[in-house]
T-cell receptor, first 115, second 112 residues
Framework: EPEVTQTPSHQVTQMGQEVILRCVPI?????FYWYRQILGQKVEFLVS????????KSEIFDDQFSVERPDGSNFTLKIRSTKLEDSAMYFC?????????????FGAGTRLSVL | DQQVKQNSPSLSVQEGRISILNCDYT??????FLWYKKYPAEGPTFLIS?????DKNEDGRFTVFLNKSAKHLSLHIVPSQPGDSAVYFC???????????FGQGTRLTINP
């Protein structure tokens, strides 16, 4: 069964460093997303990406964050100058088409630890 | 942001009985609702969904009920099995918008 793949599973970084979280969405999907879950809190939407551009973003997704689809398979989230409060699980998701069913399929997540 | 709420952080049910997980929402613009299941160290796995034009959707042991007037939905699992032990998230979206808005999750434990 097709799945969303995320690497690495755990990323440890020093405060102020840049990190890139990687995702391989399901191959024929067109919509891509990043969510995060801070420990003990809700899963929160960060950004959606369609047709090589951001289609929607939350207030969390400020200039510190950027997304890219560098080739036909990968989808990345870059976090510049990481802060302690960026420590969270980051989930990538993808969706097939633009029909009424907003069913998004999630990867296993990357745990980001900022020290 | 309390648009989607799951008021029960945990629920314990005996194997073979019915599990009922509840979810409330405040935004009347939501028109599509989903339930996800999450095991430790895994991402949320899609379980079942319902459009606001329906009040019930069934898939095997899983049934989702939607009460729009009460802004309430529930997930029924019957019969409950040990493998159903997981955290269950309710999520909602608005037509034309991309984001899913999640509840806090309910940890379901099925006891043998």
């Amino acid at each position: 069964e097709p799945e969303v793949t995320q690497t690495p599973s755990h990323q440890v970084t020093q405060m102020g460093q840049e990190v890139i979280l990687r995702c391989v969405p399901i191959s024929n999907h067109l919509y891509f997303y990043w969510y995060r879950q801070i420990l003990g809190q809700k899963v929160e939407f960060l950004v959606s990406f369609y047709n090589n551009e951001i289609s929607e973003k939350s207030e969390i997704f400020d200039d510190q964050f950027s997304v890219e689809r560098p080739d036909g398979s990968n989808f990345t989230l870059k976090i510049r100058s990481t802060k302690l409060e960026d420590s969270a699980m980051y989930f990538c998701a993808s969706k097939g088409g633009s029909g009424g069913k907003n069913i998004q399929y999630f990867g296993a997540g990357t745990r980001l630890s900022v020290l | 942001d309390q648009q989607v709420k799951q008021n029960s952080p945990s629920l314990s049910v005996q194997e073979g009985r019915i599990s009922i997980l509840n979810c409330d929402y405040t935004n009347s613009m939501f028109d599509y609702f989903l339930w996800y299941k999450k095991y430790p160290a895994e991402g949320p796995t899609f379980l079942i969904s319902i459009s606001s034009i329906k009040d019930k959707n069934e898939d095997g042991r899983f049934t989702v009920f939607l009460n729009k007037s009460a802004k309430h939905l529930s997930l029924h699992i019957v019969p409950s099995q040990p493998g159903d032990s997981a955290v269950y998230f309710c999520a909602a979206s608005i037509q034309g918008a991309q984001k899913l808005v999640f509840g806090q999750g309910t940890r379901l434990t099925i006891n043998p």
